[in-house]
């Protein structure tokens, strides 16, 4: 890839801010922060698999394209031989920033002829039937349409794009992407990003290290994720070679130091209350550039682009808003992390190296800036997006499907005329990205899959698996295998198994906020209607997001165990009980009857008091009774129906139960209900799946409830 050429950078020392070098504490602790840097390197093993799984990948793609080329355009095998793709990596791996664990960004850029079509109907079956890839999916829908697969134990992500020659150069320049369509041009443009960010930044080793830190801190607080509204890795990557652009001469201590300095202050949580609309971040000379490759980034011509909350834009022609998915709620998040990540550092670098490593942990001040964020136990409500399909082999393209479109729930679309969640100005959302899996429900799956995988491979050859599996591999799963799946013994449940994602969303409500009450219905349906859309939504195979409100004492056990909550609450109760049991010692007289703990050990539950809870659209007092009589887990569930005419009502959440506490008692009927379900061949559904179907599918869209049961 060319460089830009040195007089084209002459802009740059424009840029600089401050030309210093690093003073006092960025000196002390860019030790540890360079120690830190080291133990995020991938093994030696790990980096032998990843070069050997992208040569494996680019002789697949060589000699696919040498068959397509022959059979589907009848080139002599001499010619076809002359015509040549190109594999480019972007992303974390392009810039040497990856971990342990990361996936690899890929784009294929074909020659003339190749289409993406062949792309998903023939190179995914091709590679589907390697036996070193498992867990291919083709994602359609998305901005960038990408094949998702892990080859020997490591993600990729591979898009595509094609140019009108018959061999990719090293160098894709802008004359090749003229009448490339949208997508080609954004796949082609990745690469060129990719290289043109490496070529901007001053100082290649200090902005590897600082972004290797930011995308560590990004993942820990939860604020790292492109479907859910917030930046990608590009976004970052660019964020970092800015500050690195304005602030040459610093260290990585002293870069990462001035990345919160700089973005606590620049990017602002209500620019469209202010009216003082966020300035965008660009590495280049100017936010516009004349071009002839479709319409670049200009606020002037553009309400999107005027409206951008968080613009951050690509180096290379046609500029784009690589942060577009963000939304206000995201907006807010991403401003209180950087004025946190400000504070800390701005309270702590003036600590010394030791003293910050026997406070914090081993690598001082950068393992306090890096603690996870916490969500759980944080707020009062959470809400719950259940994502659920039958089919095994189609979950997880079903689930990446809905994920893609899940900013609309809180967000709306064109056709939400105001009513979001975000429209109401007394309710704020906290984002988690995360998607909790039962982990049953996972080694089902993957038991599922691998059977299905050895038959195939045990009844037909390497060529009609390509075949077989050609038509059905652009929805992300396989029509022919839910025959498989729900084949049962006599003595089996007829119920199909449902495998299931939940996400959660913290919400809090400011009662000194004054406005309209809080009505979910509006936001549900926009968002049902779009997944209906989906490509991966199908009827019967398929069910529409179930959301409800819940409390901790309703979230599931496996999700608190995964999300780290139990340990959390088992180590304070710990505590709490030593605590206890040091202060009975300490009494040595006369002992109260009500201050009697239990024989167990453990404290009496504390009395609860009821907490006015306004909510919206209970139809009787019978309903809300019905809610509350469900078992734990399933929260307050949202229906179809008359939400216009339902009345208000006042309905009480019960208090957040200790975990023991909950594990012992409501959560019994859904543990044994799981262990039947395992006895039974594992194919039968979970106790709450009925429930569920009858939420999204006995009923319509006319019959939605508004019971939320919120304690405001």
Same mark, same amino acid.
């Given at each position: ?26 000196? =002390? ?38 068959? *397509? ?27 040497? +920033? ?61 898009? #595509? ?18 009448? &490339? %369509? ?47 509204? #917030? ?9 970092? @070679? ?33 009216? /003082? ?6 590495? *280049? ?20 682009? @005027? ?6 834009? /690509? ?8 942060? !577009?998915?963000? *939304? &206000? ?43 996870? @964020?916490?969500?759980?136990?944080? #707020? ?14 189609? !979950? ?23 009513? *979001?969640?975000?429209? !109401? ?21 993957a038991r599922l899959i691998g ?33 498989? +799946? ?16 939940? !996400? ?46 819940? %409390? ?8 608190k165990v995964e999300a780290g ?41 504390? /009395? ?6 306004? +909510? ?29 005419? =339902? ?39 979970? =106790? +709450? ?8 599918e006995g009923s319509g869209d ?11």
């Amino acid at each position: 890839m060319t460089s830009v050429a040195a007089a084209d950078k002459d802009f740059l020392s424009k840029k600089i801010v401050s030309a210093d070098g690093p003073k006092g504490g960025e000196v =002390a602790h860019d030790v540890s922060l360079g120690e830190w840097c080291i133990t995020r390197i991938e093994p030696e093993e790990e980096s032998n698999r990843r070069r050997s799984v992208l040569e494996r990948i680019v002789n697949v793609v060589r000699v696919w394209i040498r068959h *397509t080329m022959i059979t589907e355009f009848r080139m002599p095998e001499a010619a076809a031989a002359q015509v040549e793709g190109r594999i480019f990596a972007t992303g974390s791996y392009r810039y040497n +920033v990856h971990t342990s664990g990361s996936d690899i960004d890929m784009v294929l850029i074909a020659p003339s002829r190749i289409t993406r079509e062949h792309f998903f109907n023939t190179l995914a079956p091709r590679l589907k039937s390697e036996p070193w890839v498992t867990d291919l999916h083709c994602i359609r829908e998305s901005r960038v349409p990408i094949i998702a697969m892990v080859c020997d134990g490591i993600d990729i992500d591979l898009s #595509f794009g094609s140019i009108r020659q018959d061999r990719v150069p090293e160098v894709i320049t802008d004359d090749l992407l003229q009448g &490339l %369509d949208e997508q080609s041009v954004l796949s082609c443009n990745a690469v060129r990003v990719a290289h043109n960010i490496m070529d901007l930044v001053p100082n290649k080793a200090v902005f590897r290290q600082a972004l290797r830190f930011v995308k560590a801190w990004g993942k820990a607080r939860s604020i790292y994720s492109n479907t859910f509204g #917030f930046p990608s890795g590009i976004g970052w990557a660019i964020l970092t @070679a800015f500050v690195c652009q304005c602030y040459p001469n610093q260290n990585a201590a002293g870069m990462v130091t001035r990345f919160f300095r700089t973005y606590h202050t620049w990017f602002k949580p209500n620019p469209h209350e202010t009216g /003082t609309e966020n300035r965008a971040i660009y590495l *280049t000379e100017s936010m516009r550039a004349r071009t002839h490759l479709g319409r670049g980034w200009d606020p002037r011509e553009s309400k999107s682009d @005027a409206m951008a909350l968080f613009p951050v834009l /690509t180096p290379a022609v046609p500029y784009g808003n690589t942060c !577009y998915n963000v *939304t &206000l709620t995201n907006l807010r998040q991403l401003c209180d992390e950087f004025q946190r990540g400000h504070d800390l550092l701005s309270k702590d670098l003036g600590m010394s190296a030791a003293e910050a490593r026997a406070k914090f942990g081993p690598f001082g001040i950068w393992s306090r800036v890096l603690e996870p @964020a916490p969500f759980f136990g944080k #707020f009062q409500h959470y809400l719950q997006i259940k994502v659920s399909c039958s089919d095994p082999e189609h !979950y997880q393209a079903y689930a990446d499907g809905v994920e893609s479109r899940i900013r609309i729930l809180w967000a709306g679309n064109a056709s939400s005329r105001g009513h *979001t969640l975000e429209d !109401y100005r007394q309710l704020r959302l906290h984002l988690n990205p995360r998607r909790f899996e039962d982990p049953e429900e996972v080694q089902l799956r993957a038991r599922l899959i691998g059977k299905s995988t050895g038959a195939a491979a045990a009844n037909h050859t390497r060529g009609s698996v390509g075949s077989r599996t050609s038509g059905q591999l652009g929805d992300g799963g396989s029509s022919s295998f839910r025959g498989a +799946v729900n084949t049962k013994d006599s003595t089996a449940p007829s119920d199909p198994t449902w495998f299931t994602a939940n !996400y959660f969303i913290g919400m809090t409500v400011d009662t000194k906020v004054s406005s309209a009450k809080i009505d979910l219905a509006p936001a549900i349906r926009t968002f049902h209607s779009v997944v209906r859309e989906l490509r991966q939504y199908r009827e019967g195979l398929t069910r529409l997001p179930v959301i409800t409100v819940v %409390d901790m004492a309703r979230i599931p056990t496996f999700v608190k165990v995964e999300a780290g909550y139990m340990e959390e609450t088992e180590a304070a109760q710990e505590e709490l009980n030593t605590s206890e049991a040091e202060e009975a010692h300490n009494s040595s007289h006369t002992v109260a009857p009500a201050d009697v703990e239990k024989s167990d050990g453990t404290s009496a539950e504390p /009395t609860t008091s009821s907490l006015p809870g306004t +909510v919206v659209g209970v139809s009787n007092g019978s309903t809300a009774s019905a809610a509350d009589r469900a078992g734990s887990g399933t929260g307050h569930r949202l229906h179809s129906g008359g939400a216009e005419s =339902a009345a208000a009502s006042t309905v009480h959440c019960p208090p957040c139960k200790r975990i023991r506490e909950e594990d012992d008692s409501g959560d019994h009927a859904a543990v044994a209900a799981k262990a039947e379900t395992a006895s039974a061949t594992g194919a039968s559904s979970h =106790a +709450v799946a009925s429930a569920d179907r009858a939420l999204t599918e006995g009923s319509g869209d006319d019959d939605l409830e508004q019971a939320l049961g919120l304690d405001f």
